[in-house]
């Protein structure tokens, strides 16, 4: 039974992700504590403990001169699809673990003039990362979203370095 238990606290939160897939609860939690993402249409396509998938659409608010999305709104997107994954494994620890963005790289290879897809889908690599800080080191990570259009070519590519510690 103790091992049972252990693996259990090693998971992604259930709860968590059930309440991102609840796209109405998503979109109230984007509106109190993300008005940027939330008046720029990012959502929530998929996610589960491995992978995230969250999109942004080309429109008049994510738009820039060049009739293309932001970059600033495409680095939104990338860092949710790896910081979502990053909070399913922090979500309701005892100790808290705190977690905070160190650095992004991003590479841009065509215009995005439609919806854009990041998925990131290093889940298992972030989870080992938490339960190492769980145990007392403070560690960071890179991890990779990548971003695709409706055609499935490659738009931007984003290298999001999270830095976790064990809160005291």
Not at 85 to 93: D, V
Not at 105 to 128: N, V
């Amino acid at each position: 039974m103790n091992s049972i238990a252990s693996n259990a606290s090693k998971m992604p939160s259930t709860a968590f992700l059930s309440l991102v897939k609840n796209p109405v609860k998503f979109r109230i939690f984007l509106l109190k504590n993300l008005p940027a993402a939330y008046f720029s249409g990012l959502k929530m396509e998929s996610i589960n403990e491995n992978k995230a998938v969250v999109s942004i659409p080309y429109k008049w608010f994510t738009r820039n001169p060049f009739r293309c999305t932001y970059f600033a709104c495409l680095s939104m997107a990338a860092e949710m699809s790896t910081g979502v994954l990053a909070m399913a494994n922090t979500y309701q620890r005892s100790p808290g673990i705190s977690m905070l963005v160190t650095g992004i790289e991003g590479k841009f290879y065509k215009k995005a003039t439609g919806l854009t897809r990041f998925t990131c889908d290093e889940g298992k690599m972030i989870q080992q990362t938490i339960d190492s800080v769980a145990a007392g080191e403070s560690k960071s990570i890179t991890v990779l979203a990548s971003g695709l259009n409706e055609k499935d070519e490659l738009i931007a590519e984003f290298g999001i370095t999270w830095s976790f510690k064990k809160r005291s």
